[in-house]
């Protein structure tokens, strides 16, 4: 399933162990769809970001297809944390 939505994932610099998440552009909306019906919706700035949580996880969506996935173990955890909200 991540391989269908998602171009690539990267580690985000800094103290905690973030992750930056590109969806492939065909399918953004789909996935955006799919992830925002699936977490608790916290706040959304004018349709361009949208904040939430997901198994206590703090989610940043933004409309152009990049998520932030902030507080995770390692790589493993953002991968089945992604599958998860993508099926």
């Known amino acids: ?4 939505y998602v171009s690539r994932i990267e580690e ?3 103290e905690g162990r973030d992750f930056i998440v590109i969806l492939k552009y065909s399918k953004r909306k789909e996935a955006i769809k799919r992830i925002l019906a699936k977490c608790k919706v916290e706040h959304t700035l004018s349709r361009v970001m949208t904040k939430g949580k997901y198994r206590d996880k703090d989610l940043s969506v933004f409309v152009t297809g990049k998520l932030i996935l902030k507080g995770l173990k390692g790589r493993k955890e953002a991968e089945e944390i992604l599958e998860e909200l993508l099926t």
Request: neutral net charge; contains cysteine.
């Open 1 to 4: 399933m991540l391989k269908e």
């Open 12 to 14: 985000a610099c800094g």
